[in-house]
């Protein structure tokens, strides 16, 4: 750039660079997706909501990504601002796939700015009575790290897992994966070259041959690559007898001292239910690490061993409190941190059980949007807000349509560290058991940090899904 300046009796000229920098695009992974059959008689597929957050609309390349011997499948889509798109089955409707599984890709760009897109998705099959699945939460390209971590792993008479790889890069990746007991002993190791843009996913057993014939509770996997940003991992916990999975995506090692799950219970629920929630956690380190848990005011300490899983089973019995629901702080001091998971499940009376995985936050924000929610005559959701703040908020809460328009608003206001969780149909009351598909929109001042998510659970079957806000 040259700049000229003159006064009339003088002047000047100054010749500058200026690099201008181009914004980068919206990149996230859904890691899985699915349009075929299952053992267990199961038949699985993948509904997919992205909505635009947004104050300009979004250009949207959807992308699968297929396991071996697959085709690339790309398709494009224009978003509005506060617009959603729902894929009741995703493989099928967005790309024209009518047997396979594989992951999808997203990118985005918008004019003058970064595009803000949220993105909800849940994997699921029909049942005896309504359907069991799992939510797929979408993975930024900032969280695909080199090392990966994963805890709450079983294989058992009641539990099976399946472990899946994603490669969304151009070029084949090798990938080292390192299988830990409760004790933090190496089960096995295993060496997998994933090709370029490719998924796949096997049972534990067909990655670690060593596990067959024999009973672990609690395992936890790590994964390294040498590739930054292109690889992901997850797991599938399903249950044998009610076939319903917990999925668990693989995280980088969380730094800083302290993490927050939303929501432990334990609790009655819908027609004839009661729910409560056990809690994973996996030292990934090689030192002892100690642990302060806080839940309703009662702190307790965990000291886990190198590479120790350990399970807090029914965690709110541990901490003297026969009922309840709200969040459980975690604390620690020193560089390393735990990794660490929830589940929260119902017995079911025909044998098993069914639930949701609900993984500590992963940001508190000013204000937070969860697509892909429903209330109708097959679902009802429940919404919750978690004040993450050391101030009492005053917040509002919105109920979008898929066009964007404004369903229903209330205002709630949060002491520090108080969490709020009703039914849909409770919080707004003008709100019908007929609504369709809504996004849940909270916000609060600049200095809020707030956390909201959903849960939609089948009315017939009663299995629940967890979609985190962001």
């Known amino acids: 750039m040259t700049l000229f300046v003159a006064n009339g009796q003088t002047s000047g000229t100054a010749i500058k660079t200026i690099n201008v920098a181009a914004i980068p695009p919206y990149r996230s992974l859904v890691s899985a997706a699915a349009q075929?059959?299952?053992?267990?008689?199961?038949?699985?597929?993948?509904?997919?909501?992205?909505?635009?957050?947004?104050?300009?609309?979004?250009?949207?390349?959807?992308?699968?990504?297929p396991a071996a011997g697959g085709t690339m499948v790309t398709r494009s889509l224009f978003l509005a601002p506060r617009q959603s798109a729902i894929y009741a089955n995703t493989l099928l409707d967005l790309f024209g796939i009518a047997n396979g599984a594989g992951a999808?890709?997203?990118?985005?760009?918008?004019?003058?700015?970064?595009a803000q897109l949220r993105v909800t998705s849940r994997t699921f099959t029909n049942g005896s009575t309504g359907t069991y699945g799992q939510s797929v939460p979408d993975i930024r390209s900032g969280d695909l790290e080199t090392t990966l971590y994963l805890t709450g792993i079983q294989s058992n008479t009641a539990y099976r897992t399946n472990i899946g790889l994603v490669n969304r890069g151009g070029a084949d990746v090798g990938a080292n994966l390192t299988l830990y007991d409760a004790s933090g002993n190496t089960v096995s190791t295993a060496n997998v070259v994933i090709p370029a843009n490719n998924f796949q996913q096997s049972s534990l057993v067909v990655f670690f041959p060593e596990t067959a014939n024999r009973s672990y509770n609690a395992l936890s996997l790590r994964v390294t690559t040498s590739s930054q940003d292109v690889v992901t991992a997850f797991v599938s916990v399903i249950?044998?007898?009610?076939q319903d999975?917990?999925?668990?995506?693989?995280?980088?090692a969380r730094s800083g001292g302290s993490m927050t799950i939303p929501a432990v219970g334990r609790t009655n629920g819908a027609n004839g239910t009661f729910w409560q929630s056990d809690v994973i956690f996996f030292n990934p380190s090689s030192s002892r690490i100690t642990l302060s848990l806080r839940y309703g005011g009662t702190t307790k300490s965990l000291a886990l061993s190198a590479r120790e899983t350990y399970v807090v089973s029914d965690v709110l019995t541990q901490f003297g409190f026969s009922s309840g629901n709200g969040?459980?702080?975690?604390?620690?001091?020193?560089?390393?941190?735990?990794?660490?998971?929830?589940?929260?499940?119902?017995?079911?009376?025909?044998?098993?059980t069914f639930g949701q995985s609900i993984d500590p936050v992963a940001a508190f924000t000013n204000e937070q949007f969860v697509p892909g929610l429903r209330s109708d005559v097959s679902y009802r959701s429940?919404?919750?807000?978690?004040?993450?703040?050391?101030?009492?908020?005053?917040?509002?809460?919105?109920?979008?349509?898929?066009?964007?328009?404004?369903?229903?608003?209330?205002?709630?206001?949060l002491k520090p560290g108080e969490l709020m969780q009703?039914?849909?149909?409770?919080?707004f009351p003008g709100v019908s058991a007929s609504t369709g598909s809504f996004t849940l929109y909270v916000?609060?001042?600049?200095n809020a940090r707030v956390f909201a998510y959903g849960s939609m659970i089948d009315n017939a079957s009663g299995d629940p899904v967890f979609f985190a806000g962001r």
């Not at 059959?37 to 699968?64: D, I, K, M, Y």
């Not at 459980?328 to 025909?350: H, K, L």
Request: no cysteine.
């Open 245 to 252: 999975p917990v999925y668990m995506q693989a995280m980088p």
């Open 382 to 413: 429940n919404v919750g807000v978690l004040n993450g703040g050391s101030d009492a908020e005053e917040l509002t809460v919105t109920l979008l349509s898929p066009a964007g328009f404004e369903l229903a608003s209330t205002r709630i206001i």
């Open 327 to 352: 969040p459980f702080f975690i604390n620690w001091t020193g560089g390393n941190a735990p990794v660490v998971t929830s589940r929260t499940y119902t017995t079911d009376d025909r044998g098993g």
């Open 104 to 114: 999808v890709a997203i990118e985005a760009t918008s004019a003058g700015a970064g």
């Open 443 to 446: 916000r609060g001042d600049a």
């Open 422 to 427: 009703q039914a849909v149909t409770s919080l």
């Open 239 to 242: 249950d044998n007898t009610s």
């Open 36 to 65: 075929q059959a299952g053992l267990g008689g199961t038949s699985w597929r993948t509904e997919l909501s992205l909505f635009n957050a947004g104050a300009q609309g979004a250009s949207v390349t959807a992308l699968f990504i």
